[in-house]
């Protein structure tokens, strides 16, 4: 699965996400593009899922018909993180296409 990570998405979980390939927005040159052009640039670039911590995004985006599978994680904070890894990856392998799903730290 290509998954694009956000300006908030803490970079060191891309190791965890074996056999997955991940991108940053930042690596891209995406970092100037507002919630709703992440979306859409995500996915006409062939991205499957994006991993965010924009608790927001549910509510200022229209997530219905999307392609993309989105994976909101409600904190930045990489100890939290690291501590519940096959958690997170286990959230990832079951991402469908269009699905929304929140891990709550």
Not at 26 to 36: D, F, R, V
Not at 56 to 75: E, P, S
Not at 77 to 83: F, K, S
């Amino acid at each position: 699965m290509r998954i694009l990570f956000d300006q908030g998405a803490t970079v060191p979980l891309r190791k965890s996400l074996v056999g997955h390939e991940v991108h940053t927005a930042y690596e891209l040159g995406w970092a100037a593009l507002q919630n709703g052009e992440h979306l859409k640039t995500a996915e006409t670039s062939g991205f499957d899922a994006i991993i965010t911590t924009d608790q927001n995004l549910r509510y200022q985006q229209n997530l219905a018909d999307r392609k993309l599978a989105i994976l909101l994680l409600t904190t930045t904070n990489w100890r939290l993180i690291r501590a519940d890894l096959n958690r997170v990856a286990t959230s990832v392998d079951t991402l469908r296409p269009g699905s929304y799903a929140e891990l709550k730290f």
